[in-house]
């Protein structure tokens, strides 16, 4: 599994193009915006745009998806269901952050937890990790050792749960039930800033250290 992160917009968001080296079939995961930017990264790698994955709803993760599906006439997959209510609000996302207007949109397909998505050889399986959003998930390829977790985990830090529908209580349980478990040795992939491991982040990421026991 090949991948190349560029970070679009404002908010420096990572949108990660990944490709499978035999086949050449590619995805981009998370466009938050410049599509232009994305396309010409992609024309780059000289390889062909199988479809785009979403780890969750909000403006900065999705906000060239619906043009790059047109342009290159693919799919949409994910996020899980319960971010519909996200996507149905890019507008008002837009307008809150005093940003061109994106339109609303429904993905190809939700994905749900358990589900793999394959691009070419290379297959991804998805897990629902709630509490940023409450449909974002996460994929992960095993055999590279690698997960694409957009907002839900960063290098020292986790994701915010202030915007509707998050919770910081279910963040951390996903975090600890679903991407811990994975293995200290998987290499992670945010939504914004530096790459960091699993293992890294149980050791040293103050929001993972367990909390003294009170007597």
Not at 3 to 19: D, E, G, K, R
């Amino acid at each position: 599994m090949k991948y190349h992160i560029i970070p679009v917009t404002a908010f420096s968001q990572n949108c990660t193009l990944i490709w499978c080296d035999k086949t050449q079939q590619a995805a981009l995961v998370d466009p938050g915006g410049e599509p232009e930017k994305l396309k010409a990264e992609v024309a780059k790698k000289g390889v062909r745009i199988s479809q785009i994955l979403l780890t969750h709803g909000h403006l900065d993760h999705v906000g060239a998806a619906a043009e790059l599906a047109e342009y290159y006439q693919v799919p949409i997959l994910g996020p899980h269901k319960e971010d519909a209510f996200w996507l149905e609000g890019l507008p008002a996302q837009s307008r809150m952050f005093g940003l061109a207007e994106c339109a609303p949109f429904t993905p190809a397909q939700w994905l749900e937890e358990g589900e793999a998505v394959q691009v070419g050889e290379m297959s991804l399986r998805v897990l629902h990790c709630p509490g940023h959003t409450p449909g974002h998930v996460v994929f992960i390829n095993e055999k590279a050792r690698l997960a694409l977790v957009g907002d839900v985990l960063f290098c020292g830090g986790v994701g915010r749960s202030d915007f509707p529908r998050g919770d910081h209580q279910t963040l951390i349980a996903s975090i600890r039930t679903k991407l811990l478990p994975q293995g200290d040795d998987v290499a992670f992939i945010p939504g914004h800033g530096p790459m960091s491991t699993f293992g890294k982040e149980r050791q040293t990421n103050p929001f993972l250290r367990e909390e003294p026991a009170v007597w």
